[in-house]
């Protein structure tokens, strides 16, 4: 029998560096998997210049959903982002439209529920709605009053942050029904536009920076 740090083919094992090998081996396995996660969404993604006004480069990600791997590896990277940083989570909110394209895969993932939030008067029933201005035009977010309940912990997504107009109205429009905003998830964002400043203290994770 072989006792701790006896000597093996030359080599003197100890269990500890054994352990602290296999951690950081573990650690740089799953950063070059998120950077490849990172590189095949940023290949999907188009520019269209001056789309939907002139001066507007329009981040296309609908390439995205026509490649199962790069559909996946965003739902992967959400999923790993938000089990590991809100334990705690009660319902995922999308923004209209392309937050639903999200949301709804990443709460089937989660366990946890969706609830819309669409442009005004698209909803049926009683409403709260709160008026905000995009980077080209203005407009106004509504959700249907019993969409969240109170003390609810919720994450929002949508696709892109900009300004940060609609995700601002978007929690604005849940602390009116007293529930908490743990944070918001954009697949892309534009730094220069400084809309995560905006939204402070709420956190943004984003996926693709510009």
């Known amino acids: 029998m072989r006792m701790r740090g006896q000597k093996c083919s030359g080599i003197n094992v100890c269990p500890c560096d054994s352990a602290l090998l296999i951690h950081t081996l573990m650690i740089i396995t799953t950063r070059v998997m998120m950077e490849e996660k990172l590189d095949l969404i940023s290949k999907c993604i188009r520019t269209f210049q001056d789309f939907p006004t002139k001066g ?24 790993e982002h938000v089990r590991n940083s809100y334990p705690q989570l009660d319902l995922i909110v999308g923004l209209d439209a392309r937050g ?18 669409r442009k ?62 743990l944070g918001c998830l954009v697949l892309v964002e534009l730094k220069d536009l400084n809309g995560s400043d905006k939204l402070k203290p709420t956190p943004v994770f984003s996926l693709i920076q510009y």
């Not at 639903?100 to 939030?117: H, K, M, S, T, Y």
């Not at 201005?133 to 019993?146: G, I, K, N, P, T």
């Open 56 to 79: 507007i480069p329009f981040k296309d990600i609908f390439p995205i959903l026509k490649d199962p791997k790069a559909l996946t590896a965003v739902m992967d990277l959400f999923e």
């Open 100 to 117: 639903f394209l999200f949301g709804p895969l990443l709460a089937q993932r989660l366990g946890v529920g969706f609830a819309p939030i």
């Open 120 to 181: 005004k008067g698209k909803l049926p029933g009683p409403t709260l709605s709160v008026a905000y201005s995009l980077e080209y035009a203005q407009a106004e977010a509504e959700m249907q009053e019993d969409a969240v309940s109170e003390g609810q912990k919720i994450l929002i997504i949508d696709d892109l942050l900009a300004t940060g107009g609609t995700l601002c109205a978007a929690c604005e429009l849940i602390r009116q029904q007293k529930a908490e905003v």
